[in-house]
Nanobody, 120 residues
Framework: QVQLVESGGGLVQAGGSLRLSCAAS????????MGWYRQAPGKQRELVAA???????NYADSVKGRFIISRDNAKNTVYLQMDSLKPEDTAVYYC??????????????WGQGTQVTVSS
């Protein structure tokens, strides 16, 4: 089973930037799609961005043009660069390893989450 450890969350003012990282254990990282989800208080967990093993990406409409997902297979790490942050981006952000090469695959392993708070 893949183990995922997120980092990079914190408190930032609206309009600011943060970069989240997710380090994965195991040799399967490069063949699995990876994703970032978020969950705000009282809301369901939602997809933010996903990247396939081949590098194709998918974004929620609410973050298109502001967030970029990328991966470094040599470092077993996936990143989420978040720019022009808004208070509504405040949530716990979770890293996910899909059970396949596409972000249409079933969900696999989750990280423990990292808090992102955007102040107005």
């Amino acid at each position: 089973q893949v183990q995922l450890v997120e980092s990079g969350g914190g408190l930032v003012q609206a309009g600011g930037s943060l970069r989240l990282s997710c380090a994965a254990s195991g040799s399967m990282f490069s063949i699995n799609a990876m994703g970032w989800y978020r969950q705000a208080p009282g809301k369901q967990r939602e997809l933010v961005a996903a990247i396939s093993s081949g590098g194709s990406t998918n974004y929620a409409d609410s973050v298109k043009g502001r967030f970029i997902i990328s991966r470094d297979n040599a470092k077993n790490t996936v990143y989420l660069q978040m720019d022009s942050l808004k208070p509504e981006d405040t949530a716990v952000y979770y890293c996910l390893s899909y059970a396949g090469s596409s972000w249409r695959a079933s969900l696999g392993s989750w990280g423990q989450g990292t808090q992102v708070t955007v102040s107005s």
